[in-house]
């Protein structure tokens, strides 16, 4: 399968969701950062091959060969990608899904509306672009209505309500900690032990530890939850 996450908004969550919802439930699968900038999975240790939007060429190459991939398109390359895409005939059909992350703020929704139609005008068939609800507080029919209200009037995407990741501290720590809900699953050490017998004037070492010990405590929780907004998407 490959996908690649895009939206012509920044912040909403393309990142996060190739590094924590994608990347760990495609084994094998090649993470490719269409970027300008250097933030991207790799960021948190992961193989990240990075290239820019006008580079589609060798990317459209590296998709013929690859079984499986994630593309992380950056908002301020998908302009340049989209325009790419459309010289190659029928290259839009090498990407299985294209997953548009979207925030709750009009802003983010407004722009995501945008996204859908630029794919809906080169051609990408309707049930290849999925919504992905990030940063969802309690209700996301509430809380994305203009989503709803666009699917319902105009259509041309796949918006399924449980294909949602809530808003968590998790990931801030993740970026901060350069680190991944797998490694944090994998470590052994027990930091609520470590931080009962830490020396108590070593303020650095206890917030360490406690950002270790948050992080051991969400892990669980949040990977069942990504796990669920993962089947969703691709139903
Ligand atoms: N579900 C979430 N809960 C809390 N913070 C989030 C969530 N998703 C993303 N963030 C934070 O929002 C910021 C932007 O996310 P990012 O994935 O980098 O966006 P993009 O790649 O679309 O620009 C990051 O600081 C990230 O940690
Ligand atoms: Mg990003």
């Known amino acids: 399968m490959k996908i690649a996450t895009c939206n012509y908004s920044?912040?909403?969550?393309?990142?996060?969701?190739?590094?924590?919802?994608?990347?760990?439930?495609?084994?094998?699968?090649?993470?490719?950062?269409v970027e300008s900038t250097n933030e991207s999975a790799a960021d948190l240790g992961l193989p990240v091959e990075q290239m820019r939007g006008e580079h589609f060429g060798r990317l459209f190459r590296k998709l013929l060969m690859a079984e499986s991939a994630i593309i992380d398109v950056g908002a301020s390359n998908i302009e340049a990608f989209l325009a790419e895409l459309v010289k190659y005939d029928e290259a839009?059909?090498?990407?299985?899904?294209?997953?548009?992350?979207?925030?709750?703020?009009?802003?983010?929704?407004?722009?995501?509306i945008k996204s859908i139609q630029a794919l809906a005008a080169i051609g990408v068939p309707a049930e290849r672009v999925r919504v992905l609800f990030n940063r969802v507080d309690a209700d996301v029919h509430e809380e994305f209505a203009a989503i709803f209200g666009y699917a319902h009037h105009a259509g041309g995407f796949i918006a399924n309500p449980e294909a949602a990741i809530y808003d968590n501290e998790v990931y801030d720590l993740l970026?901060?900690?350069?680190?991944?809900?797998?490694?944090?699953?994998?470590?052994?050490?027990?930091?609520?032990?470590?931080?009962?017998?830490?020396?108590?004037?070593?303020?650095?070492?206890?917030a360490h530890l406690s950002d270790m010990h948050a992080l051991q405590s969400l892990a669980r929780p949040v990977e069942r939850q990504l796990d669920r907004a993962f089947a969703a998407i691709f139903l």
């Open 10 to 33: 920044g912040s909403v969550g393309k990142t996060v969701a190739a590094s924590h919802l994608f990347a760990p439930r495609m084994p094998g699968a090649e993470i490719i950062a």
């Open 92 to 112: 839009h059909l090498e990407i299985d899904y294209y997953v548009l992350p979207v925030v709750g703020s009009g802003k983010a929704q407004r722009e995501t």
């Open 175 to 206: 970026a901060n900690k350069r680190t991944t809900i797998k490694e944090i699953l994998a470590d052994p050490k027990n930091y609520r032990q470590l931080l009962r017998e830490a020396d108590r004037d070593d303020l650095q070492a206890i």
